[in-house]
């Protein structure tokens, strides 16, 4: 047996859901090419193609809106279990938490109904961005503020964060970055859910356990970080110096690299286009200038290394100048990556076998007992 750490290289599954080529820079979702969709699509109709594998036509995509604005509320047991939380918990633990105890309210699982898994879907793509704001709200005091099934998915995600209506280009602007996010083949938290799904335990708990993953610093949490390392660095001509001693000291440089780009993420090429359109609007984010400045000489010390942008890299920017706290920045990765998740979980199922890898043993062959009182205390 040959290890290899993190699986890198090892395929463990066949899928049709999204394709990556890395050396060119592509991203397609069902085929269909990611600026593409970004440009005519929205989020839901996105959601609608990830999940049932084609485009819905007039009637499926308008059905399947009216399904998920039925389905946003949240019930008052939900709501209260989120005001038990503590206020400085951070918002991805309230939702895993959160969406794990979806399962508690609906806790028939069968798996095998084409119903169920479609009122599950609804259920999670709907309520999912719901308990990010109501939590937002509740750790600042205040009541949830409840949906409103006149507004589309994006702007009432933002109304709930604010009561008030939202700007139309802000609210196409975070749609399209839902669809940005929303699926990119087998990462971590996806890998996740795939392995959860193939339990066949309900899709809560598959939704729960990706998102747990998710939260991490190497995954969706960069994108936090990027914010702070741009706020440490402060002016465009320290990105020179900051990088240098960042490569002198080996430390990981935050929206930088990806296992499957050796080019600029193409999402990252789109998201700073996103930047640009609100900064048009609303005025520039005074750390724009340091995030040119720290991809132009990143571009010329790691760019041989095949290491650009990627898609963290200016995603935080374009949250910040919505108005969106730093700490909700991976929740809203996880609203728009629930349309992938739960598309690997309705593939995972179609053929599923449950995951079990082997490992390569470097422990003790053969020990001998030792009786506790005759065991040194060195």
Known sequence: MVLRPGLEGVPVTQSSICQINGNEGHLRYRGY??????ARSSFLETTYLLIWGNLPN?????????EVQMHRRLS?????????FPESGHPMDALQSSAASLGLFYSRRAIDDPQYVYDAVVRLIAKIPTMVAAFQLIRKGQDPIQPRDNLPYSSNFLYMLTEQEPDPLAARVLDRCLILHAEHSLNASTFSARVTASTLTDPYAVIASAVGTLAGPLHGGANEDVIAMLEEIKTPDQAGPYLDNAIKNKSKIMGFGHREYKVK??????????????FARFGKDEMYDVAKAVE???????GPKGIFPN???YSGLVYRKLGIPKDLFTPIFAISRVAGWLAHWREQLS???IFRPTQIYTGEEKRTWIPLDERSNN
């Open 33 to 38: 090419a990611i600026d593409e969709l970004a």
């Open 58 to 66: 007039p009637d499926e995509l308008r059905n399947f809106e009216k």
């Open 76 to 84: 008052f047991r939900v709501r209260d279990m989120m005001k038990c």
């Open 265 to 278: 993420d193409p999402r990252a090429t789109l998201l700073q286009e996103f930047a640009e359109e609100l």
């Open 296 to 302: 132009a000489e990143a571009t010329t010390r790691l």
């Open 311 to 313: 898609v963290d890299f």
């Open 351 to 353: 053929a599923n076998r």
